[in-house]
Each structure stands twice: as C-alpha cells, then as structure tokens.
C-alpha cells in the first residue's frame, strides 16, 4: 500500500481495535454478573457497569498501548494471520497483566479479577476474527491490483526471477510488478510472463518518474556494486524506497543458512526442502490419500467411463507419454476427452493458441467431444490420475507433467521445475490456471520446490476444492 493509505489503513484497524475491545470489556462484564458462568453473584457483591467506565478507559488506553509495542499496526508485508494472532494474544497478555497489577497495588473500588480473565480471552478472540476479516479483505484488493505498491525489479537474474516469482505467488504481499529493467543481452527486449522488459538499468531515473513506481528491488549480481550505487542514489533523489537482494555469489535464497559461533555470522548451504525425511512424508501423504480418493471416487469414474463409451468411439483412458521427475519418461493416465487422431490435428490448430510458451491451449477446442467438455471443465478427466500417484511417478500436489516436445522447447530456467515431481494439481492450478502465461506458471512452480512444506501442499489441496468445483480457468 501507498504511505497515505497504509498510515489510513493503520487508523482504522487501531479504531476497530478500540470498538472491539470496549464491547469484548462489556461482554466480559455480562459473563460475570448477569450468568453466573463460574462463580455466583448475589446482590451484595454485584456492581452496577457504571462502576467500570474508568476501568474500560484505563483497559482501552493500555491495550492499545501495548499493541502499539508489540508491533500489531506495523503492516509487514507477509506476515501471516497467526502472526497477527500471536501478537494479539501477547500484548493483551502484557496490557491485562500491567492493569491488574496497577489495579490492586491502587486498591481501586470494586475490580474483579475473574472479569478481566474474561475480558481478556474476548478481546483476543475478538480481535483474532477482525485480523482475519481485515486480511481476507486486503487479499481480495490486492489480487484486483487495488491499493497495492507498484515494483520495479532491477536486473532479472536467477534472483530477480525468484522475486517475481515470489510476488506471483504471493499477492497478499501487496505488489504489483510493473516490469524490470537489465543490461544482459539474454533479456534485453523480451518479456517475462506479464513483466515486460522497460530498458536498460540507466533509465532506472526515467522508469521511476514514467511509470510512478513506489518500491524498488535491486538483483544485480555482486560484481555490479559500482552500478547498484548508482540506482540506490537515483531512488533517494527521487523519494523511492530501494532495498537490495545479495546474490550470494548466485545461491538459491532458500539454500542460504544461517548461523552463529559466540556472534561471529557463518553462511552455509542447506538441501532443497523435498529431501530425506520431507520427501518419505509427502509420499506417505500422496499414498493414503490417493487410496482414499480412488475409493470414493470409484463410482463417479465408473459413470464417467461409461459416458465416455456411449459418446464417442475410442478408449475410455488416454495414455500419454510426459515427463517426471528429473527429465524421467512415464505414461499419464487420464479419461479421454478428444477425439480419436486428435494429435494429428494439432499441426493446423497452432494458430489458434491461446497461451504463451511451449504449450497449447485453445478454449473452444474442436477436437474435444461432448463428455470431454464437461470432464474437462470439471477436471474429471485427471481422476485415472491418482494411479499415476500409487505408481510414484507422480505426487498429489505439484508442477504439471509436460510432454517432451514441450520441454524441449524449454529455456534453462524452465528446466529447474523437472527438480521436483509432477502433481495433479499444484500452486499454479489454484492461482489462475488457464488464465496465466507458462513463465507465470514455471514461477510458481519454482516458488513451490523452494518454500515446499507439508503445510503448504496441504493448503494447495484445500483450495484445489473450490478452484474444481468453480471450473475457475478450466477448458
């Protein structure tokens, strides 16, 4: 977010915040006079609420004190909502504690303790729904492109290619790529997905004053320190935030590890995530549910099949030859959705391709038949799929299979993505699908090798249901 809205944005959610915790002060008040929840009131100990308004104003200003210093109104880009709940849950903790040790070092009139253990446990709750709200909402804008920061990557190297692919993946990070700028000769003029190539790193000035960019990230490699001054130096001028990528003479970001001997920094190289253990995981997770879906989609594919049958000639299954892990051949499964002889239409229908890259898609395809369209919509046709799994030359959740005549069109940063097995679905199925170009599409398949966890293929199985279900960027 621009500083003008971003500043607005922080005033608000601080408001909210100050709403909440008056009425979670008032809910908290009604659970300890008015029902008696865990200890009894009679009418010698009851306290009428108006007893309480200091109390809520002391509550109100030290809980917002204290959100203030535990960093909850920062706006990190990629903090998560966890994130945002622990900070909840820790500075409620210190605001309640300083309140009632204020409160009974005083001796103020009538506090209950028992009130503010509620008071306490509302707010967080409270407070940890409005979080989730608030980043559903800034998610939603910022997917649209609204009220986001507009990039400029300087240098589209391996490291600014990972950015991109990080901000692609991303979009609650809040950035809109507006394009990159680089001097070497295997990027001048061309494209990168959606980002297009804006010049020559000298026209840095130019670019930021054109294109009104508010953030700009430097990925020159290390030996270009004369040139990255000299951007650093055109951002200040110009009142642009720029911040530097060290390239770590050309190691992966997430292979860099930290640590420390009695404060003395030590930089090492650490395996890709899906290794060893991580990798006996995803195949025991790939396994049992594989198993679980065959089995209860068996029925569905019997029907699927027998509709294939009774509309078309030809077999129910298509079997293709694609490409797995580490550039191994294999047969892909899948319910037939073409025509018999449709890959010797292909030639005439090139013209007609909707997508960018090594790959062929085309909405209105003639050579599909009736069933094909629907199981296609639906992605019921990629069911045989999960045989593919049980068989280990695929995993549930991962890059999709290319077939070798792709790939051998590939660039060499194409190929990294053979690093990792082939899945039904993956990041970039449920990030737009159909509806993004295949530089696009290898970006997040490469952000998914380098940030794999079991938490995140999980994610990207839950958000595959409504994706299917929607048909969103299916044909």
């Not at 409160?103 to 306490?120: E, G, I, K, N």
């Not at 790529?177 to 061309?190: E, L, N, W």
């Not at 190289?269 to 989609?297: C, F, P, Q, S």
Request: charged share 20%; net charge positive; proline share 4%.
């Amino acid at each position: 977010m621009k500083a003008p809205i971003r500043r607005r944005w922080r005033l608000a959610l601080a408001a909210s915040d100050a709403v909440l915790i008056l009425v979670g002060f008032a809910l908290a008040y009604w659970l300890r006079y008015d029902t008696d929840l865990i200890q009894a009131v009679d009418e010698s100990n009851y306290v009428e609420f108006s007893a309480y308004y200091g109390a809520a104003a002391l509550l109100l200003v030290s809980l917002l004190t204290a959100y203030k210093i535990e960093g909850l109104y920062d706006q990190r880009r990629g903090a998560s909502w966890l994130d945002s709940v622990y900070t909840i849950f820790s500075g409620t903790v210190v605001g309640i504690a300083a309140l009632i040790i204020w409160f009974f070092s005083s001796r103020p009139l009538a506090v209950s303790r028992l009130m503010l253990v509620y008071a306490a446990a509302i707010i967080i709750i409270l407070l940890a729904l409005s979080r989730l709200v608030e980043s559903s909402l800034r998610y939603a804008l910022h997917r649209r492109g609204i009220a986001t920061d507009r990039l400029l990557i300087v240098g589209a190297g391996e490291l600014g290619r990972a950015i991109m692919r990080n901000v692609v993946a991303q979009p609650e990070l809040g950035y809109q790529i507006m394009g990159f700028v680089d001097d070497a000769p295997d990027t001048t003029g061309a494209a990168i997905g959606r980002f297009p190539w804006l010049g020559p790193v000298a026209k840095v000035g130019h670019i930021l004053r054109e294109a009104q960019i508010d953030d700009v990230i430097v990925t020159l490699p290390w030996y270009s320190r004369d040139l990255i001054t000299h951007v650093l130096q055109i951002c200040e001028a110009q009142g642009v935030r720029a911040r530097i990528v060290p390239d770590m003479f050309q190691l992966r970001l997430n292979q860099v590890h930290l640590d420390s001997i009695n404060g003395i920094p030590l930089i090492g190289v650490r395996e890709t995530n899906i290794r060893g253990w991580n990798r006996a995981v995803k195949r025991a997770l790939d396994v049992g549910l594989a198993v679980l879906a065959l089995i209860l989609a068996s029925p569905l594919m019997a029907l699927v099949a027998l509709a294939i049958k009774l509309d078309s000639p030809g077999p129910i299954l298509l079997r293709q030859t694609r490409v797995g892990l580490n550039g191994k051949l294999f047969t892909v499964y899948k319910f037939r959705s073409m025509r018999i002889g449709a890959d010797k239409e292909l030639s005439r229908l090139q013209a007609q391709n909707e997508a960018q890259g090594p790959i062929f898609k085309m909405r209105n395809d003639p050579r599909r038949t009736r069933v094909g369209r629907f199981i296609r919509k639906t992605s019921l046709d990629e069911l045989p799929q999960f045989l593919n799994v049980l068989k280990g030359d695929m995993s549930l959740v991962g890059p999709r299979p290319p077939i070798p005549t792709e790939v051998e069109k590939y660039d060499d940063w194409h190929r990294r993505r053979l690093e990792v097995s082939p899945g039904i679905t993956g990041l970039w199925q449920v990030s737009g699908r159909s509806h993004l170009t295949f530089d696009e599409m290898v970006m997040l398949d490469l952000y998914y090798a380098e940030n794999w966890s079991l938490a995140l293929d999980l994610k990207i199985l839950l958000r595959t249901i409504p994706t299917v279900l929607l048909g969103t960027g299916a044909y």
